[in-house]
């Protein structure tokens, strides 16, 4: 009869986790820009809720939230520590949101690409309390509970953060400008065109190249209008052969990624602004590749 008790205990137990995983997941991903990273965040997670005394739990989300929370700035304030090491620009681990439409699901805030970027630049507490007011819409009484704070420090916490991001953040265009923009960039790319691919440009765009010391990432980003189309076009000659292009949809914006042999080998999307193209974003890591695929692929 114990045993039962046990199995059915388990069971339960296993339901109301899986209730809430994909929340749980939406709220580490933000937090640490890594699946991997946010995966391993859920596995301690479940560990601390077996040895939990679930009877004593009132609302098990509620509950589960915080411990993700709360294991997520932990393993941000480390994470900072072994990026000193990474080779080259670091860039949150794209996803493919076509095949994974639930992540984005309870708001799109925090999840952009852009904005993940952004969000490196706060503090662990600041992003935590950001991501839990404006992707999840927690009131501040229930993120001060999370961070160990009071409510007003919460809401301090949040117009900080907002404040930080205000001062950086542009307005972005829609998805299918951004589309149009890209596919343009891609054909003025594939072709050398300099010119063409300046005008497609704002001033202060931006290139960076995600590939941790991988051989064709570039190791320093790359800076100026003049600068980028100069830099896009030197390789256009060998970069795109033999290359597969297939339209993805990242982090909740078009994308595509570049495969040879089947194998995908790097994805790239844009941040746009009425004034062009202010950022690419080349991933070429091959740990962050996991989850961009094709859908059906």
């Known amino acids: 009869m114990a045993d ?3 199995m059915q205990d388990l069971a339960v137990a296993t339901e109301a ?3 809430c995983r994909r929340r749980l997941f939406g709220i580490a991903y933000r937090m640490l820009g890594s699946v991997a990273d946010a995966e391993d965040i859920l596995q301690d997670v479940w560990i601390r809720w077996q040895s939990t005394r679930r009877d004593e739990v009132l609302e098990p989300t509620a509950f589960l939230s915080t411990i993700t929370t709360r294991l997520s700035i932990n393993s941000l304030q480390s994470a900072h520590t072994r990026r ?6 670091w860039l949150p681990e794209p996803i493919n949101t076509a095949d994974d439409p639930s992540l984005g699901a309870e708001r799109g805030e925090a999840l ?8 490196e630049k706060l503090t662990p507490t600041e992003r935590a309390a950001y991501v839990l007011r404006e992707a999840f ?6 993120i001060a509970d999370i961070v160990q704070t009071t409510p007003t420090s ?3 916490l949040v117009s900080r953060a907002r404040k930080h991001l205000a001062a950086e953040r ?12 890209l596919e343009a960039f891609l054909s003025a790319a594939q072709r050398g065109n300099a010119a063409a691919l300046e005008e497609l440009f704002a001033a202060d765009v931006v290139s960076y190249s995600d590939g941790n010391g991988i051989k064709l990432a570039a190791r320093v980003p790359v800076i100026g209008q003049s600068r ?4 896009v076009a030197a390789f256009s000659s060998h970069f795109w052969t033999g290359k597969t292009i297939d339209w993805v949809e990242v982090n909740g914006q078009p994308a595509v990624t570049l495969s040879e042999g089947g194998v995908v080998t790097t994805a790239l999307t844009v941040t746009a602004t009425a004034d062009g193209i202010r950022q690419l974003l080349w991933i070429m890591s091959p740990d962050k590749l996991q989850h961009v695929t094709t859908v059906g692929a």
């Open 4 to 6: 039962d008790a046990s």
């Open 17 to 19: 986790f899986e209730q």
């Open 84 to 89: 000193e090491t990474y080779i080259g620009p």
């Open 112 to 119: 952009q690409y852009a904005m993940l970027i952004l969000l």
């Open 137 to 142: 819409d927690y009131p501040y009484e229930r």
């Open 154 to 156: 919460a809401r301090q």
């Open 170 to 181: 542009r307005a972005t265009v829609a998805a299918g400008e951004q589309r149009r923009l």
């Open 228 to 231: 980028v189309a100069k830099f």
